[in-house]
């Protein structure tokens, strides 16, 4: 992160003519096409009222733990984990479907059982583009910010939602569902699915 940082002082120190020279050298170090998993726990922040931090803090971890072997096993990277949700990276958009696949089985219908007897469960957002990855440490780029949003903010317990690109490039699965959101005034459109 400290070669990003560095960088990205330059580029803002920099006179105007200087900037593209330094902003075409941050894309060529780190600009990659790749696909973009972010997965946010439900039903997190009222179980946290109701049982306390501590508890939650565990549970976290334990969503931590189930997410990373289907990750690796499909050929992805954890990039960072941020409050209660995991954020990855793979090569393609039908890697990143057969982990979000595989973690929304484990925990269909049961989910994890919270302190007080109730449970959380997953939603997932998929996205493909370029982006600035920093290895083990960050990603940047409208993939990003529109996985963030479909798997944060859209998606809900159970569900994965695809934007309309990812979807094309894991090869148009037949059981997702098309369906349509807007986000900060901008339609996105989306293949959804289920997992209960």
Not at 73 to 90: L, P
């Amino acid at each position: 992160m400290k070669t990003f940082d560095h960088l990205l002082d330059t580029l803002n120190a920099a006179a105007p003519e200087d900037r593209a020279e330094i902003e075409a050298l941050i894309r060529r170090t780190f600009q990659v096409h790749r696909t973009a998993l972010v997965l946010d726990m439900t039903d997190f922040s009222i179980s946290v009222r109701r049982t306390g931090i501590l508890a939650h803090l565990a549970l976290i971890r334990r969503m931590q733990v189930l997410c990373e072997p289907p990750i690796v096993a499909a050929g992805g990277e954890v990039v960072k984990r941020d409050a209660d949700n995991v954020f990855a990276v793979f090569p393609t958009a039908a890697q990143a479907l057969r982990a979000a696949e595989a973690i929304q089985r484990e925990l269909a219908g049961r989910g994890l059982e919270t302190a007080d007897g109730r449970s959380v469960g997953a939603s997932i957002g998929i996205d493909c583009g370029d982006i600035l990855l920093i290895r083990e440490t960050d990603f940047f780029g409208d993939a990003v910010n529109v996985a963030s949003k479909l798997g944060e903010d859209l998606a809900g317990r159970g569900e994965i939602l695809l934007s309309a690109r990812a979807w094309e490039e894991a090869g148009q699965p037949a059981d997702y569902a098309a369906a349509e959101y807007t986000v900060s005034g901008m339609p996105i459109a989306v293949r959804r699915r289920r997992f209960d």
